[in-house]
Each structure stands twice: as structure tokens, then as C-alpha cells.
T-cell receptor
Framework: GNSVTQMEGPVTLSEEAFLTINCTYT??????LFWYVQYPGEGLQLLLK?????DKGSNKGFEATYRKETTSFHLEKGSVQVSDSAVYFC??????????????FGQGTILTVHP | KAGVTQTPRYLIKTRGQQVTLSCSPISGHRSVSWYQQTPGQGLQFLFE???????NKGNFPGRFSGRQFSNSRSEMNVSTLELGDSALYLC?????????????FGPGTRLLVL
């Protein structure tokens, strides 16, 4: 079946540090890939997405590139802020008619940024 | 546009009871999906509804059920509650439920089963 694996957390960084959160996936065909962020006490917000190989999603300084050859979608940010502290989820949506409305999520990575 | 809304935000129930959660999607969205979030199992897909029909279902027991109304609002029901059903239940909506579409999430309903 389809699956998503994220790097083990939690991740603790100082403000302005470089961030990488690794995400790899297993799926047949050409899934769509997403990064969602969850702040305490809230639901999930879409951070960025990519729907085909070599696409780069970007938003709020975060970037991720859909790498079909390595089945990866790593999240990066050049300079993190305290306000980026949250839980980050990598997710996929498989192509094909049986995947309606279904996202498969990684386990989530807790990011804490200190001033 | 208003976002996805879920009611109630918090619920406390006892084992054996049943519970109904409600979700109102973004206006114009016809697909509604439900997820369970727990510290141990993470985010797991429950089911998806489109035009009042369940099109997709996750691996949950039959105690978990749902429905969708003609205005696209959706409810999920959990019968005979167990302690392990304590979780954050999230609903998400999208236009058609297609695999390339973004799902927009509500704030969730936090259920505590005692």
C-alpha cells in the first residue's frame, strides 16, 4: 500500500537556522505530494504541494521538490523563525479512481525554534 | 469564503455511548473527508463522501459511520464508544475529491471517552 515516512523528530533549531525535514514515500503511479502544518490546538493548513515530478512547491519561504527518482519530497527553509514552531506533516494522494478524498500522512515532525 | 467548520469543538463521553460530529465544508465544495488523529496512530483516513455517497473508506470498524446531506454538510457517528476512540477528529473538504486537489481542514472536534 501507499505510505509516507518522515524523519524522526522533534527538531529543535535556533532562529535563522536552516531547516530540512526529510520525507520519502511509497506509492504506485504518480501521486500528488503535500506538506501540511499544524499549530497547537488547530487543524491542518496546507503549506505547499506538488502534483507532478520535478515540480517545486513553495510558500512563506518553505520549498519542496517532487523527486520521482528518489521518491522524496523534502521540506526546506533557509531561515526559520520562532513563529514556524509547529508540527509538519508530509502527505500523499494516490492517483487512480479508488483514492477519492484520501490523504496518507507521515507521522509528523515537531519543530521548535528558539530565539 | 468561510472555512471548514466543525461542531462541537470538544466532547466528553463515557464508554458505550454514541456520538455525532458535524462538519460544514467550504461553500461549493462537494467532497468531505474525515480523519482521526491520535498520538499513537497519527492521522488516519476514515471515509470520504461526495454527493451524499460514500466513495472511499479507511480501515475502521463498522462502529464508525458517516453521511452527507444534499447541502454537502457531513456528519460522522461513532457508536458504542471505547476508550481508544479518544482523539481529534478532523474533517476536510475539497471541490471534487480528486487526487491533485488541496484538502482544506477544519479545526477538529476533540473527543474524550471516559
Amino acid at each position: 500500500g501507499n505510505s509516507v515516512t518522515q524523519m524522526e523528530g522533534p527538531v529543535t533549531l535556533s532562529e535563522e537556522a536552516f531547516l530540512t525535514i526529510n520525507c520519502t514515500y511509497t506509492a504506485t503511479g504518480y501521486p500528488s505530494l503535500f506538506w501540511y502544518v499544524q499549530y497547537p490546538g488547530e487543524g491542518l493548513q496546507l503549506l505547499l504541494k506538488a502534483t507532478k515530478a520535478d515540480d517545486k512547491g513553495s510558500n512563506k519561504g518553505f520549498e519542496a521538490t517532487y523527486r520521482k527518482e528518489t521518491t522524496s519530497f523534502h521540506l526546506e527553509k533557509g531561515s526559520v523563525q520562532v513563529s514556524d514552531s509547529a508540527v509538519y506533516f508530509c502527505a500523499l494522494s494516490a492517483d487512480g479512481g479508488t483514492s477519492y478524498g484520501k490523504l496518507t500522512f507521515g507521522q509528523g515532525t515537531i519543530l521548535t525554534v528558539h530565539p | 469564503k468561510a472555512g471548514v467548520t466543525q461542531t462541537p469543538r470538544y466532547l466528553i463521553k463515557t464508554r458505550g455511548q454514541q456520538v455525532t460530529l458535524s462538519c460544514s465544508p467550504i461553500s461549493g465544495h462537494r467532497s468531505v473527508s474525515w480523519y482521526q488523529q491520535t498520538p499513537g496512530q497519527g492521522l488516519q483516513f476514515l471515509f470520504e463522501y461526495f454527493s451524499e455517497t460514500q466513495r472511499n473508506k479507511g480501515n475502521f470498524p463498522g462502529r464508525f459511520s458517516g453521511r452527507q446531506f444534499s447541502n454537502s454538510r457531513s456528519e460522522m457517528n461513532v457508536s458504542t464508544l471505547e476508550l481508544g476512540d479518544s482523539a481529534l477528529y478532523l474533517c476536510a473538504s475539497s471541490s471534487q475529491g480528486g487526487w491533485q486537489e488541496t484538502q482544506y481542514f477544519g479545526p477538529g472536534t476533540r473527543l474524550l471517552v471516559l
